[in-house]
T-cell receptor, first 116, second 114 residues
Framework: AQTVTQSQPEMSVQEAETVTLSCTYD???????LFWYKQPPSRQMILVIR??????QNATENRFSVNFQKAAKSFSLKISDSQLGDTAMYFC?????????????FGKGTKLSVIP | KAGVTQTPRYLIKTRGQQVTLSCSPI?????VSWYQQTPGQGLQFLFE???????NKGNFPGRFSGRQFSNSRSEMNVSTLELGDSALYLC?????????????FGEGSWLTVV
């Protein structure tokens, strides 16, 4: 079974600053996908970024980037130039690759507040 | 392109009643999965359907059931509601349910059991 741990229940950052959210996971799988989802007050889960475990290069999407350390089973999210609209819950999620793997395993989430 | 649509968005039910939630996936998506979100347990997988077949089921009692129709729309049903079933129920869709496909979520259905 897989587990995903987000050790920071709450974080805050000043507008325009940079913040890093932590995520570690435990799995015996060698191939898998990792995701960061954002859940604003509207409650819709929005995909922020995804990483394939077989890729060495860290994924980036505009102001969002990850630091993927496969050996350490760590997958942190860096948000640069934080904006008020980044205020949300952020969930790290894991899914093994291959047939038979259809469910995401989520961490408990980190509540991020961007302060003006 | 329309996103994942869930109905109803909000509902209140009484203990012992049953409830049916509906989900329309993104056009062309054939996999639909359901998650329950509560403050205590976080996000937990309920089940996943592909081409009208349930491929995977989470660790929930038999009171929780679902189905998928030929147009990929899905419904989930909870019978004999308990107070602990109060939660946000999220539906998600993807092209084929293969883990490499991105999973997109709807806005959820808020269920309150009183």
């Amino acid at each position: 079974a897989q587990t995903v741990t987000q050790s920071q229940p709450e974080m805050s950052v000043q507008e325009a600053e940079t913040v890093t959210l932590s995520c570690t996971y435990d799995t015996s799988e060698n191939n898998y996908y990792l995701f960061w989802y954002k859940q604003p007050p509207s409650r819709q889960m929005i995909l922020v970024i995804r990483q394939e475990a077989y890729k060495q290069q860290n994924a980036t999407e505009n102001r969002f980037s990850v630091n993927f350390q496969k050996a350490a089973k760590s997958f942190s999210l860096k948000i640069s130039d934080s904006q008020l609209g980044d205020t949300a819950m952020y969930f790290c999620a894991f899914i093994p690759s291959g047939a038979g793997s259809y469910q995401l395993t989520f961490g408990k989430g980190t509540k991020l507040s961007v302060i003006p | 392109k329309a996103g994942v649509t869930q109905t109803p968005r909000y509902l209140i039910k009484t203990r012992g009643q049953q409830v049916t939630l509906s989900c329309s996936p993104i056009s062309g998506h054939r996999s639909v999965s359901w998650y329950q979100q509560t403050p205590g347990q976080g996000l937990q997988f309920l089940f996943e359907y592909f081409s009208e077949t349930q491929r995977n089921k989470g660790n929930f009692p038999g009171r929780f059931s679902g189905r998928q129709f030929s147009n990929s729309r899905s419904e989930m049903n909870v019978s004999t509601l308990e107070l602990g079933d109060s939660a946000l129920y999220l539906c998600a869709s993807s092209l084929a349910g293969f883990s490499g496909n991105t999973i997109y979520f709807g806005e959820g259905s808020w269920l309150t059991v009183v």
